[in-house]
T-cell receptor
Framework: AQRVTQPEKLLSVFKGAPVELKCNYS??????LFWYVQYSRQRLQLLLR??SRESIKGFTADLNKGETSFHLKKPFAQEEDSAMYYC????????????FGEGTQLTVNP | NAGVMQNPRHLVRRRGQEARLRCSPM?????VYWYRQLPEEGLKFMVY????????ESGMPKERFSAEFPKEGPSILRIQQVVRGDSAAYFC???????????FGDGTRLSIL
């Protein structure tokens, strides 16, 4: 079975502070990991996928297979980063479906 | 490209009625996915369809729920004889072939009175 855990439902930081949104997964094979973001009143949109190894809006995420984690990081948070963030997994044997974590609501305070 | 289009955005039904949710994928996409989000929970996979075929329905409830993606027109998620527990946000996503990422619609918020 595959599972994604985001241990923090709510995360609050001040503008300019570093931020890390945690994501742990359970999967026996080689998964593909994603981060999706949902800004207020907007649709869910893809932020990062681990195979791209890119930085979007200053965010990065590294797949750590030893710790089965895919934490999302940004060194200096901005107010416009306030949003709901979902970590998702696609398994190599589970077809195309995504398994989502429950999400972390990030608030960046001025 | 308008992206994935879902309608209606909000749907209110009384217990026992039928609910029909529509999803038009992004232009050029032939793969459609439906997810359900119950209050305070993450998105849960329901069904994956390609044109005229159900590829994976492992997340669909056994009764009352059905989905289709006809050769012409949008994908439809149909819930018969709705109950209070069906109240949720239903999201549709689409993708191209292979390992392309899924793009989501705005969702339909279903409320059961």
């Amino acid at each position: 079975a595959q599972r994604v855990t985001q241990p923090e439902k709510l995360l609050s930081v001040f503008k300019g502070a570093p931020v890390e949104l945690k994501c742990n997964y359970s999967y026996s094979g080689s998964p593909e990991l994603f981060w999706y973001v949902q800004y207020s009143r907007q649709r869910l949109q893809l932020l990062l996928r681990h195979i791209s190894r890119e930085s979007i809006k200053g965010f990065t995420a590294d797949l750590n297979k030893g710790e089965t984690s895919f934490h999302l990081k940004k060194p200096f948070a901005q107010e416009e980063d306030s949003a709901m963030y979902y970590c998702a997994l696609r398994g190599e044997t589970s077809g195309s479906r995504l398994t989502f974590g429950e999400g972390t609501q990030l608030t960046v305070n001025p | 490209n308008a992206g994935v289009m879902q309608n209606p955005r909000h749907l209110v039904r009384r217990r026992g009625q039928e609910a029909r949710l529509r999803c038009s994928p992004m232009k050029g996409h032939s793969h459609v996915y439906w997810y359900r989000q119950l209050p305070e929970e993450g998105l849960k996979f329901m069904v994956y369809l390609q044109k005229e075929n159900i590829i994976d329905e492992s997340g669909m409830p056994k009764e009352r729920f059905s989905a289709e993606f006809p050769k012409e027109g949008p994908s439809i998620l149909r819930i018969q004889q709705v109950v209070r527990g069906d109240s949720a946000a239903y999201f549709c996503a689409s993708s191209g072939p292979g390992d392309q990422p899924q793009h989501f619609g705005d969702g339909t918020r279903l409320s059961i009175l």
